[in-house]
Nanobody, 122 residues
Framework: QVQLVESGGGLVQAGGSLRLSCAAS????????MGWFRQAPGKEREFVAA????????YYADSVKGRFIISRNSAKNTVYLQMNSLKPEDTAVYYC???????????????WGQGTQVTVSS
């Protein structure tokens, strides 16, 4: 089992920045691909970004490419999502997830955090 706890959400104006954190506990952090998903009201949960076990490869949704950066600190068992140039359409609940394999579908991820709200005002 892996427990994931997100933090860092909040309210920000368009063009601003936020950094989300996800602290992992339980099994060895380095065994998992770590990712971020988001879910806006009335929409399905969607892939945002992911970082491989070694942290050497990253993947991004087209909608956030060039604005968001995913990173991990293995010493702290924490993965981050730095969100820059935020837009109102980035408003959603953001979820941290862990998986044994890199996939962009929600069904392929094994563990989920409780989510943190990000609201971007125009």
């Amino acid at each position: 089992q892996v427990q994931l706890v997100e933090s860092g959400g909040g309210l920000v104006q368009a063009g601003g920045s936020l950094r989300l954190s996800c602290a992992a506990s339980g099994r060895t952090f380095s065994n998992y691909v770590m990712g971020w998903f988001r879910q806006a009201p009335g929409k399905e949960r969607e892939f945002v970004a992911a970082n491989t076990r070694s942290g050497g490869r990253t993947y991004y949704a087209d909608s956030v490419k060039g604005r968001f950066i995913i990173s991990r600190n293995s010493a702290k068992n924490t993965v981050y999502l730095q969100m820059n140039s935020l837009k109102p359409e980035d408003t959603a609940v953001y979820y941290c997830a862990a998986s044994y394999e890199m996939v962009t579908t929600t069904a392929g991820w094994n563990y989920w955090g409780q989510g943190t709200q990000v609201t971007v005002s125009s």
